[in-house]
């Protein structure tokens, strides 16, 4: 652990020797921690180089600045208990609904009247994962959370989309990187874009298990890991981190690797915060550009680990493998160290959705 003064602010990285962080990401904390008002730059061990503020990241001030939270407002991971009554992947893979065509269900309170794109998924790291519970790392929280060896989860990454990328341009526009010039208006539409986002996890779990015929039952985390929040008179900012002051948070690998459920336990020198996943050790050129030069399309389309990918843009394929990204079992190493979480429990994926498959195959299946 690295603790450094800044200006400003204090900056400290979660993360030991062995861990891949790069220089241009603890270089954008710094800059961060020069900001006015600023007080401390937590990175965590997931810490990587973002648009203007590194992600992976919280940070406390007496300024509220919405660019530190960034557009997807909300963004987090849900994992919802799924009842199969048979687990065949590959038959599984072809009856997942096609995520990116949004729904307009009737009934719900669906905050900001915002309609457009509920019940997507997006594109970028955000994904819909059918996963099996793996290792039982801590039996008395797993047993608490209903969780044993062999069970299947359903895994959910997506935010706010489209409502969270106006909120925040509504601001830039105008104001720049610069602070809200009206934090309780600023904080009021980033709580209408929070709640969107946990609705729209959910819808989409409702989805797939509809269409896969399952048996959906209520969250066991649903943390979002873009926010705001406001913390003894204070603005705390997580762009890419979860709350971990008590929280169960899951924390993503890859589509190719284990992800892993910890008990968060964080105090305020990392922001009462955790990872939120491996984090990328590659950008999105590299990985393509690298990809080609290794694998085929095929190859991506079946992990290392057996499990299937369901995603019909080529390049999103390359820019997301598993490669791209840092070592999970790392991540999660450097959480323990520094006594920020417990591990209760690994997932292995099954299948992964990132963007629907419409190409046809063998057979008029798709």
Known sequence: ??????????????????????????????????????????????????????????????????FLVGSDIGCGIAVYPFKLKRVVPERLAGRFPDLDEPVSPAGPDIPAGYTDQLGTVGRGNHFVELARVGEILDSGHAGRLGLAAGDTVLIVHSGSRGLGERILRSHTEVHGAGPAADPPAYLAAHDDAVRWGHLNRRIMAERVAEALGAELGEPVTDVCHNSVEIRDGLYLHRKGAAPGDGADVLIAGTRGTRSFLVAGHAGPSAGHSVAHGAGRKMSRTDALRRGKAKHTVEELRRTAIGSIVVCGDRQLLFEEAPGAYKRIEQVIGDLVTHRLATPVVSTVPLVTYKTADLAPRKGGRR
């Open 1 to 66: 652990m690295s603790a450094q003064q800044s200006t400003r602010a204090t900056v400290t990285v979660f993360a030991e020797p062995g861990s891949w962080i790069e220089t241009d990401a603890v270089d954008q904390c710094h800059q961060v921690a020069a900001l006015p008002g600023m007080i401390h730059v937590a990175g965590m061990p997931d810490l990587h180089p973002g648009k203007g503020a590194p992600i992976g990241a919280a940070m406390l001030s007496s300024v509220l600045y919405p």
